[in-house]
């Protein structure tokens, strides 16, 4: 009865022993992560109308310089000194802006003209952005030409129109100056 016992025993453990191998020995594991992600569609900044100040006339002297302010309607006017405008044809820069509907940006921009040291006090205006919503242009541009945040409108189009200023003294050489008005989109 003994090595019955043993026998058996012995066959439990040896059937035992082949589960637990065949249970820990082969098999499989699966784990998941979430993906994601956001398409967009092109986002295009494209320059639609240069600037021109049109001509003006330095001032004397006899009342100091004479700043010129183009404003976003396309109209010339002057503000001290006895310098001039005179009636040629002027625009503001004009920029479309298409992109993401929704998305938030802000805009920046430097004007400048060459040769440098002629033109003085040389700003961008603040600009006008039509088909955003946002803060508004109802500031004054800062020298860097930093701006409020604005949110594009549900066709993802915007128009942006600039103006600028800039000083003439009465030593100011007379002659055709050229520049930029460099405009950065921020967005995210």
Not at 14 to 27: N, P, Q, Y
Not at 109 to 117: E, K, W
Not at 145 to 160: I, M, Q
């Amino acid at each position: 009865m003994k090595l019955r016992n043993v026998l058996i025993a012995a066959g439990s453990a040896i059937a035992l022993s082949t589960l637990a191998t065949g249970a820990f020995a082969a098999g499989t594991l699966s784990a998941s992560a979430v993906s994601s992600v956001i398409v967009v569609s092109p986002t295009t900044l494209t320059k639609t109308q240069d600037m021109n100040f049109g001509t003006v006339v330095r001032p004397s002297g006899a009342n100091g310089n004479t700043t010129f302010i183009l404003d976003t309607a396309n109209n010339v006017t002057k503000s001290g000194g006895d310098g001039s405008v005179v009636a040629s044809t002027t625009t503001s820069a004009k920029f479309s802006l298409v992109t993401t509907p929704g998305i938030s940006f802000s805009a920046a921009a430097v004007l400048s003209f060459a040769p440098t040291g002629q033109l003085i006090n040389i700003v961008a205006g603040t600009p006008l952005i039509t088909g955003a919503t946002g803060a508004g242009p109802t500031f004054a541009l800062a020298a860097t030409g930093a701006g409020p945040t604005f949110a594009l409108a549900a066709n993802g189009t915007a128009l942006l129109s600039y103006g600028g200023q800039f000083d003439v003294t009465p030593t100011t050489v007379p002659q055709t100056y050229t520049g930029t008005l460099a405009v950065t989109i921020t967005y995210n």
